[in-house]
């Protein structure tokens, strides 16, 4: 059993679509969420064996009055992270003065 990330569809679409995260990938489920879910979208944790059948996915449905989060979409989140890396680099480069 693995944690997928369930989200609302983004219009024009309906339903809901369900991110599967890689075993190996180094980020944590709250940044790929924040990442490959399109900003201001809401966004769930489920356990995978929680899932229905896979045939009526245009049929999901998921509560999303309580969610985990809201996606910031993919520009947002790398920006995020040049903008982190900045603030660390310049942090170690004022240690050594």
Not at 22 to 48: F, H, M, Q, T, W
């Amino acid at each position: 059993m693995a944690t997928v990330i369930v989200h609302a569809a983004p219009p024009p679409d309906t339903g809901v679509w369900v991110i599967f995260p890689a075993a190996n990938c180094p980020l944590s489920l709250e940044d790929i969420a924040r990442k490959d879910v399109p900003a201001g979208l809401p966004y769930v944790y489920v356990d995978d064996s929680e899932l229905p059948d896979g045939q009526y996915r245009e049929a999901w449905d998921c509560d999303f009055s309580e969610p985990d989060g809201y996606g910031i979409g993919a520009a947002a989140w790398f920006d995020e992270q040049e903008a982190k890396q900045r603030e660390q680099d310049a942090a170690r480069s004022g240690e050594g003065g």
